[in-house]
């Protein structure tokens, strides 16, 4: 499972990549004469958020011992989220940040967030509440909070669009440090090998 998510993330951040189109000119000022400063600023965030994802989707399988069934369709679930990423990357930063993509790429950052949750519970589901990756979540407040703040980002889209992106960069900054809840309470012995 761990593979084939990496592996679809990678294919996502490189149709992410090859939807950038080259400035015309070779200064700086090509980029706000073609307006692909909003295109450029939108991958930037999306590859990011991105790379927030598989930086904590790694960690948390490092933790987990088995899977089921049910895990297999929650992860393929967090990365539909993720693979709508390209298209609302696009369609934000090739309107730059009009409310209607500003918002609509708010709700598949909430999808994925929610999607990520779902994972996370089916597995500890699966491992049962005494078990080390549950420890060392706990009360998982940066995961309850990131789609409160996703959802007001929506909201706030539609007052100013720049109150929604800034809603949607403060989630970024709050993970951009890897999630290291799992490294203190995971010792080498308990976690399985790649």
Known sequence: METFSDGVIAILLTIMVLELKVPHGGHLSALNHDHLWATFFSYILSFITIGIYWNNHHHMLRATERINGGVLWANLHLLFWLSLFSFATGWMGENHFARTPTAAYGVVLLG????????QTAILRELGPG??????LGRDLKGKLSPVIYTAGIVLTF????????????????????D???????TEG???PH
């Open 159 to 178: 007052v100013g669009r720049w109150f929604g992106v800034a809603a949607y960069a403060v989630v970024a900054l709050m993970w951009l440090v890897p």
């Open 190 to 192: 308990s976690l399985r």
């Open 131 to 136: 078990s080390a990756l549950a420890l060392a």
């Open 180 to 186: 290291r809840r799992l490294a203190p309470t995971l």
């Open 112 to 119: 994925a967030a929610v999607a990520y949750f779902i994972l």
